[in-house]
Nanobody, 120 residues
Framework: QVQLVESGGGLVQEGGSLSLSCAASGSIFRINDGAWYRQAPGKQRELVADITIGGSTNYADSVKGRFTISRDNAKNTVDLQMNSLKSEDTAVYYC??????????????WGKGTLVTVSS
């Protein structure tokens, strides 16, 4: 069994910064791909950024140049540094990790979400 815990959400003014962290625990053999998604009120969940096992990254156009996704394989974490935040970044942010355990092939696991509110 794998558990994901997100942290770092909160309230920030426009132009400010927040750092989100997603920590995985359990019988983890390896974290393959990792990603952050977000869902704003009344909108569909959308991909914000993802990172492969090799460290290649991909970003939504709306966050390019402002957000940075990173991973620490030793700590089983995937982080999202968010700078120059805008009010339209307000959403619940979810991490998704593709995790291989010692008992199963790689599967996708989701965190419960952390709220980011950007005030104008």
């Amino acid at each position: 069994q794998v558990q994901l815990v997100e942290s770092g959400g909160g309230l920030v003014q426009e132009g400010g910064s927040l750092s989100l962290s997603c920590a995985a625990s359990g019988s983890i053999f390896r974290i393959n791909d990792g990603a952050w998604y977000r869902q704003a009120p009344g909108k569909q969940r959308e991909l914000v950024a993802d990172i492969t096992i090799g460290g290649s990254t991909n970003y939504a156009d709306s966050v390019k140049g402002r957000f940075t996704i990173s991973r620490d394989n030793a700590k089983n974490t995937v982080d999202l540094q968010m700078n120059s935040l805008k009010s339209e970044d307000t959403a619940v942010y979810y991490c998704k990790l593709r995790v291989a355990t010692f008992r199963d092939y790689a599967m996708d696991y989701w965190g419960k979400g952390t709220l980011v509110t950007v005030s104008s």
